[in-house]
């Protein structure tokens, strides 16, 4: 009878493991970004990308047997809202960690409820600089902000050497007024002081601005060879329309999202040789971009994504999500911290492989040698550049020191 007793309680336990992961109590992953609004085409990629993770990973069995569930909130790019949205995610859905974060005005107004509840949150998309140093040493004994998308410094260091680099010495810079056009203005401005350049012109502009006549003129009549612009898609596209107005032809980089749908749709043909910094092109060169691409396009019943960097890094943060979980054997904060800051084993996402991707003292996964520059080319974007289109299968290993 014992015996037997024995041999139930071991078939039961047996059938127990082998219940599929969703029968186990779920991961809980917090899935903020403005989902609705002008910035919507970026948090909406960014959100379907880390959904398709999601369900890739819970198809595989989960992490450590459990599913992970995506608890998603919808920020409207209003810091306010992101405040609240993060309380509530801590408080009320009790999140084990946090994906998002497109403005970097609402990064900064709610990550430090994360920081507060050791919970790590991940900025997939978010680029002022300031981010990921919010909370560093020796201020905070730790800091539980992580980034995998090419932050400002980086980014206008990028702008100013492909300017430069064309020729161009007579520099306009345009920006919009929200922290994050602001901080990457000033970004731009103190990587041209260290190549003894001062711009022409630097002039300010609103969300939601329609006429950037006023700007553009300063720009011109100052001389301006290139424009350097910071700001997202919809005023982006105003600048490029505007100097088809004026009927003025001069290079216009951009910060990346120039490559938002929203540019590509009100820019229309007057955005074609707009250049920017991308992590990620939509191209299927890689078998892995290959199926996310083919998945996402299916799964979504479109044939691009709107803002197809968002997309990838919010799928890639999932993956790193799920190893750094994985790695620390269970939900702890700390421990997914920890284990973020020394990851073991390689993640293979869509913008790259990710191969020690942070450490305690740098928690930016993207460094500059991993950026190309795309440009817009009749409603897509592609390579500005051959040698990057050559080696689009190449996979771009992060940088030792990137700060």
């Not at 922290?179 to 711009?199: C, F, M, S």
């Not at 911290?337 to 996964?365: I, M, Q, S």
């Amino acid at each position: 009878m014992v015996f037997a007793g024995r041999a139930v309680a071991a078939a039961l336990l047996l059938s127990v493991a082998m219940l599929p992961a969703q029968a186990a109590d779920p991961i809980k992953i917090g899935l903020s970004g403005p989902f609705t609004g002008g910035s919507s085409s970026m948090g909406v990629s960014m959100r379907d990308g880390a959904k398709l993770a999601a369900a890739e990973i819970n198809k595989a069995g989960g992490v450590l047997g459990r599913p992970i569930q995506l608890v998603e909130r919808d920020d409207e790019a209003k810091n306010e809202v992101g405040a609240q949205v993060a309380q509530e995610l801590i408080n009320k859905e009790k999140v084990v960690a946090s994906v998002g974060f497109i403005n970097t005005g609402v990064a900064l107004a709610a990550q430090r409820f994360y920081q507060e509840a050791e919970i790590p949150v991940f900025n997939n998309v978010a680029t002022g600089t300031i981010i990921t140093n919010q909370f560093k040493e020796p201020d905070y004994d730790a800091n539980y902000v992580f980034r995998n998308s090419a932050y400002d410094v980086l980014q206008a260091g990028l702008m100013v050497d492909e300017a430069l680099a064309q020729g161009h010495k007579k520099i306009a810079v345009l920006a919009d007024s929200t922290n994050y056009g602001q901080l990457g203005r000033e970004d731009i401005e103190k990587y041209l002081a260290t190549k003894n350049v001062k711009p022409v012109a630097v002039e300010k502009f609103n969300i939601k601005d329609v006429d950037m006549t006023a700007q553009l003129l300063k720009a011109q009549q100052a001389g301006a060879e290139v424009i350097l612009a910071y700001g997202i898609g919809p005023e982006l596209a105003q600048i490029t329309n505007g100097m088809a107005k004026l009927g003025w032809k001069v290079p216009m980089i951009t910060s990346w999202p120039s490559s938002m749908q929203s540019f590509i749709d009100i820019a229309g043909a007057n955005g074609n040789g707009v250049i920017m910094p991308q992590t990620f092109i939509e191209d299927q060169t890689l078998p892995k971009r290959k199926a996310f691409l083919e998945n996402y396009y299916k799964t979504y019943g479109v044939t691009k994504i709107p803002t197809p960097v968002a997309g990838a890094q919010g799928y890639d943060s999932i993956y790193l999500l799920a190893a750094a979980i994985k790695q620390a054997g269970g939900t702890d904060g700390v421990k997914i911290r920890t284990a973020l800051e020394n990851l073991n084993e390689k993640v293979e996402g869509v913008v790259t492989t990710y191969d020690k991707p942070f450490t305690a003292k740098d928690h930016n996964a993207i460094s500059r040698n991993m950026v190309v520059f795309g440009k817009v080319q009749d409603g897509k974007i592609v390579y500005a550049k051959d040698e990057d289109a050559k080696n689009a299968g190449v996979v771009r290993v992060k940088e030792k020191s990137s700060n």
